[in-house]
C-alpha cells in the first residue's frame, strides 16, 4: 500500500493542492485550506515551498538571487558543507524535491542531475527535475504518457457510402479512415471531424465513439502509448477535395465492399462490420454517445462516452 | 493543408521512419529504405542526421568533441561567423532542427534557447528540443498530451453488490469506484485490476470497458489532457482489507441502492446504471469487449475495445 495518495486519490488531493495554490511557488502565493504558504523551507539561496504530500518545490524564476547564482554555488546550495538545502529538507522529512527551472537557466539542470535528480518533464520553455528522498522507490505521479489520434468513420447512410483513404505515406496501401493526432486541449469529436476536413475536404459531424485502440511503446509516439480512437461521423458534404501530401487516393466506399475487402487493416474491417451492423440494427447498438457534465472537484467540464441509457434507466430517482 | 505529413500520416511515416532508423543519429546507424545515413549535415563540431521529413537531428552524446565543446562554442557552431549550422540547415532546406542532450550535458540548453530552440519534452536523463525553420507555425508533432486513469466497477452477480470506496482526500466523501492512474506501458484492464486490488484488496479480472472520460487542463495532470476510462470487473476474492491510506470507507453496495444514491458523482451514477440494465437485459448490451491484434507496420501489438459483434458479422468475407 503506497504510503503517498496515488491513483484516483492522488488525482484528486493534487487537483485540491494546485487549486489551492500549493504548488504555486513563492511565500506569499495565494494560499487555501491546507495551505503552508508561510513555511519555506530549505537553506541558504533556495527557498522552498512545502506541499501537503510532504515534497518541497523550488522555482527558480522566483529566487531573487538566481541570477547571481552559478551553477557551482547552486550545486553547494543543495548539498555543500556550510548550506545544504536536501540534507535539511531530508531531516525535516520531505520525500520529494520539485525544482522548476526557466530554460535560460539550464545551466542548473546538469549540477541538480550529479546530485541525483532527473527531469519530471519540460515543455516549451521551462523543465522540471524531481529528486525522491523517501524510502523505497520514487512514489511520484508521473507526466502524460499518451497520445490520443482519432479517425472519423464518415458513413451517408442514404447511400450506403462510407469515406475511406489511402495514406500515401503506408507501405502497403490499405483503406482506412482519415484521421490524425489531437491537438492539446482537443475534444475527441473535434479531432476527427478536423482531420476528416484536412484530409478529404469533407464537412461532418460527431455522432458517437465507436472503438478504442491501445499500443505501448509507440515509434510514431517518441515512444510513449497510443490511444486511438474511431468515431462515427454524419458528412453534410459530399465532394471529396483530398489532401494530395497526405493521401493517396480517397474515395466514398459501398460499406458492405470495405467490410468484404482484404486491403485494409484489422481495425478498419471491425469498425466497418460495427457500422454494417449499427445501419442495419440500429446505431443505437453501436454508439458509445457523448454527454458534457461538470467536474465535481476542479469546477472543470468534461466529456463521458458511454452506451446510451434508455429512458426508463436514465430517470431514475437519485440521477444527479 | 499542411506541408508535412501529419496526423494519421505522420504517425504511420514517423513510424516506418523510426523502425528504419531515420531517426537513430550517427553517421552509419542502422538505416532502411530511405534512409539518409551517409548524409551528415551541419558546420564544424555539430554533426547532423537528415530525417525524411526535411528535419536534422543531432544527437550530443554522439559527437566525439561534445566534451571539449564549452556553451559559448556550442553557441557558435550553431549560429556564429565561422560556423553556422543553422544558417546551413536553413540554406539547405531543412524545415526544423532536432537537439537531443543528455542531463549532464544540459549547459548547451540555454545557450540553444538564447537561438530560439525551445522544449520538445524531456524524460528521466535526457531532454529534446527543437527549433522550427519551416515556412509558418511549426508543423512538429507534439508529445503525449493525455495521462490515462482507469477505474474498476467490479459488480458481483451473484449477491447484486458493487465494489464502491470513499476516498480520504475528497473534500466531499462520495461513492465511487476505486481506480487511479495507469503506469507507462500498463495495459487499461492491467490499471483496473492493479488499483482495485491496491485499494480495497478484491482480486477481479477484466471483463470490458464501460465509459470514457476527457478532461483538458486537468490540474491533476500538470495541466496536461485526462482520459479516464470505467471496467466492469468480475470479483474473484470478496472479503474487503482497504488501504487505509487512501480510503475513508469500501463496502460492498447494493446495486440499486448505488443508482439511488445522491452521494455519489454523476459518471459513477451513470455507470450504475448501466450496470444494472446489462444486469438485467445481458451486458452484451453495455460492453466493450477487448481483442489483441498485430500492428500492421510497427510489429507491435495493440489491444481494441469495441461493442461485440454478433458472430453472423464477425464470419463475413473479408475478415482479416
Same mark, same amino acid.
Given at each position: 500500500?503506497?504510503?503517498?495518495?496515488?491513483?484516483?486519490?492522488?488525482?484528486?488531493?493534487?487537483? *485540491?493542492?494546485?487549486?489551492?495554490?500549493?504548488?504555486?511557488?513563492?511565500?506569499?502565493?495565494?494560499?487555501?485550506?491546507?495551505?503552508?504558504?508561510?513555511?519555506?523551507?530549505?537553506?541558504?539561496? @533556495?527557498?522552498?515551498?512545502?506541499?501537503?504530500?510532504?515534497?518541497?518545490?523550488?522555482?527558480?524564476? *522566483?529566487?531573487?538571487?538566481?541570477?547571481?547564482?552559478?551553477? $557551482?554555488?547552486?550545486?553547494?546550495?543543495?548539498?555543500?558543507?556550510?548550506?545544504?538545502?536536501?540534507?535539511?529538507?531530508?531531516?525535516?522529512?520531505? $520525500?520529494?524535491?520539485?525544482?522548476?527551472?526557466?530554460? @535560460?537557466? /539550464?545551466?542548473?539542470?546538469?549540477?541538480?542531475?550529479?546530485?541525483?535528480?532527473?527531469?519530471?518533464?519540460?515543455?516549451?520553455?521551462?523543465?522540471?527535475?524531481?529528486?525522491?528522498?523517501?524510502?523505497?522507490?520514487? *512514489?511520484?505521479?508521473?507526466?502524460?504518457?499518451?497520445? $490520443?489520434?482519432?479517425?472519423?468513420?464518415?458513413?451517408?447512410?442514404?447511400?450506403?457510402?462510407?469515406?475511406?483513404?489511402?495514406?500515401?505515406?503506408?507501405?502497403?496501401?490499405?483503406?482506412?479512415?482519415?484521421?490524425?493526432?489531437?491537438?492539446?486541449?482537443?475534444?475527441?469529436?473535434?479531432?476527427?471531424?478536423?482531420? $476528416?476536413?484536412?484530409?478529404?475536404?469533407?464537412?461532418?459531424?460527431?455522432?458517437?465513439? +465507436?472503438?478504442?485502440?491501445?499500443?505501448?511503446?509507440?515509434?510514431?509516439?517518441?515512444?510513449?502509448?497510443?490511444?486511438?480512437?474511431?468515431?462515427? @461521423?454524419?458528412?453534410?458534404?459530399?465532394?471529396?477535395?483530398?489532401?494530395?501530401?497526405?493521401?493517396?487516393?480517397?474515395?466514398?466506399?459501398?460499406? /458492405?465492399?470495405?467490410?468484404?475487402?482484404?486491403?485494409?487493416?484489422?481495425?478498419?474491417?471491425?469498425?466497418?462490420? +460495427?457500422?454494417?451492423?449499427?445501419?442495419?440494427?440500429?446505431?443505437?447498438?453501436?454508439?458509445?454517445?457523448?454527454?458534457?457534465?461538470?467536474?465535481?472537484?476542479?469546477?472543470?467540464?468534461?466529456?463521458?462516452?458511454?452506451?446510451?441509457?434508455?429512458? /426508463?434507466?436514465?430517470?431514475?430517482?437519485?440521477?444527479?
Amino acid at each position: 500500500m503506497p504510503q503517498l495518495p496515488r491513483g484516483g486519490c492522488w488525482r484528486a488531493v493534487i487537483t *485540491r493542492a494546485r487549486s489551492a495554490g500549493l504548488f504555486a511557488g513563492p511565500r506569499g502565493a495565494s494560499g487555501g485550506p491546507g495551505c503552508t504558504r508561510d513555511a519555506p523551507s530549505g537553506a541558504g539561496e @533556495l527557498r522552498g515551498e512545502l506541499d501537503r504530500f510532504g515534497g518541497v518545490s523550488v522555482r527558480l524564476a *522566483r529566487l531573487d538571487a538566481v541570477h547571481r547564482l552559478d551553477p $557551482v554555488a547552486f550545486q553547494r546550495a543543495l548539498q555543500g558543507k556550510c548550506a545544504a538545502a536536501i540534507q535539511k529538507w531530508r531531516s525535516e522529512g520531505r $520525500v520529494a524535491v520539485w525544482l522548476h527551472i526557466p530554460i @535560460l537557466q /539550464s545551466r542548473f539542470i546538469a549540477p541538480a542531475a550529479s546530485l541525483g535528480f532527473c527531469f519530471h518533464h519540460a515543455e516549451s520553455d521551462s523543465s522540471t527535475l524531481t529528486l525522491w528522498l523517501g524510502e523505497g522507490p520514487s *512514489r511520484l505521479p508521473g507526466y502524460a504518457t499518451h497520445q $490520443v489520434g482519432v479517425a472519423g468513420a464518415v458513413f451517408d447512410e442514404n447511400t450506403r457510402k462510407i469515406l475511406v483513404v489511402q495514406d500515401r505515406s503506408k507501405l502497403k496501401n490499405m483503406w482506412k479512415f482519415p484521421g490524425g493526432l489531437s491537438e492539446p486541449g482537443e475534444d475527441i469529436g473535434d479531432t476527427a471531424v478536423r482531420e $476528416v476536413f484536412e484530409e478529404t475536404g469533407i464537412k461532418s459531424e460527431f455522432r458517437s465513439l +465507436l472503438s478504442i485502440r491501445q499500443q505501448h511503446t509507440h515509434p510514431g509516439a517518441f515512444g510513449k502509448s497510443d490511444m486511438y480512437i474511431i468515431c462515427r @461521423l454524419k458528412p453534410y458534404s459530399f465532394t471529396i477535395n483530398f489532401c494530395q501530401r497526405e493521401c493517396l487516393r480517397c474515395e466514398w466506399m459501398d460499406l /458492405s465492399d470495405l467490410v468484404k475487402t482484404e486491403n485494409t487493416t484489422p481495425i478498419t474491417s471491425r469498425v466497418a462490420r +460495427l457500422l454494417l451492423y449499427g445501419y442495419r440494427e440500429g446505431f443505437d447498438k453501436i454508439d458509445l454517445t457523448v454527454e458534457e457534465l461538470p467536474a465535481v472537484y476542479t469546477g472543470l467540464f468534461y466529456k463521458i462516452y458511454h452506451k446510451e441509457l434508455p429512458d /426508463s434507466y436514465k430517470t431514475m430517482t437519485g440521477m444527479d
